[in-house]
């Protein structure tokens, strides 16, 4: 079954920068994309970036734009978002999500990032 | 970046009907397929309709989905205590390079 495994909750003082990964199994990778999703506390969900599992394309929202890389390793088929210049409001739970065309199929367990 | 309007808040009895809307623009549902996800407490979103109106598998047939022009909305019918949840809408938007808008999100109660 489809699978996307979070790396574990992470600390930064404000103006550091945090790297999130995204293993994902149980599906071909270069088949579907990933997205990045957060909610902070209390909170609706927002999303952060998008990348190709085929080709490693990215779009990013533009409210990150120049603060959030995304990567990818195909040989472990894992995705890694980096977000720099750490605020405070970037405190949030980031979810990594399959992404079937346009919607979103399965979710990571949510990784929480706390500045 | 542009957000989708949802009503805050939604409630009903058990069995009853229960419809959320979804508002938007021509950027994004009106050119786009709408998805929406529910949100139980404590828990990571689950995608209940994608595509506007189409189920995942394992989605009882009591969510279903519409959509309108620039508005969408999502129907509950026969309302049970489980459905007691955030719900989100979502879909993509073409202005700004393209990006992704989710809905304000609506609690809905079971009473």
């Known amino acids: 079954q489809v699978q996307l495994v979070q790396s574990g909750p992470e600390v930064r003082k404000p103006g550091a920068s945090v790297d999130v990964s995204c293993k994902a199994s149980?599906?071909?990778?270069?088949?579907?994309?990933i997205s990045w999703v957060r909610q902070a506390p209390g909170q609706g969900l927002e999303w952060v970036a998008w990348i190709s599992g085929y080709n490693g394309d990215t779009k990013y929202s533009p409210t990150f734009q120049g603060r959030v890389t995304l990567t990818t390793d195909t040989h472990t088929n894992t995705v890694f978002m980096g977000l720099r210049s750490l605020r405070s409001n970037d405190t949030a739970v980031y979810y990594c999500?399959?992404?079937?065309?346009?919607?979103?199929?399965?979710w990571g367990q949510g990784t929480v990032v706390t500045v | 970046q542009s957000v989708l309007t949802q009503p805050p808040s939604a409630s009903g009895t058990p069995g009853q009907r229960v419809t959320i809307s979804c508002s938007g623009v021509t950027s994004n549902v009106g050119r786009n397929a709408v998805n929406w996800y529910q949100q139980l407490p404590r828990t990571a979103p689950t995608l209940v309709i994608y595509d506007n109106y189409k189920r995942p598998s394992g989605v009882p047939d009591r969510f279903s989905g519409s959509k309108s022009g620039t508005a969408a909305s999502l129907t509950i019918s026969g309302l049970q205590s489980e459905d007691e949840a955030d719900y989100y809408c979502?879909?993509?938007?073409?202005?700004?390079?393209?990006?992704?808008?989710f809905g304000t999100g609506t609690k809905v109660t079971v009473l």
């Open positions: 979502a879909a993509w938007d073409d202005s700004l390079n393209g990006h992704y808008v």
């Open positions: 999500v399959r992404d079937g065309g346009s919607w979103f199929d399965s």
């Open positions: 149980g599906y071909s990778f270069a088949t579907y994309g």
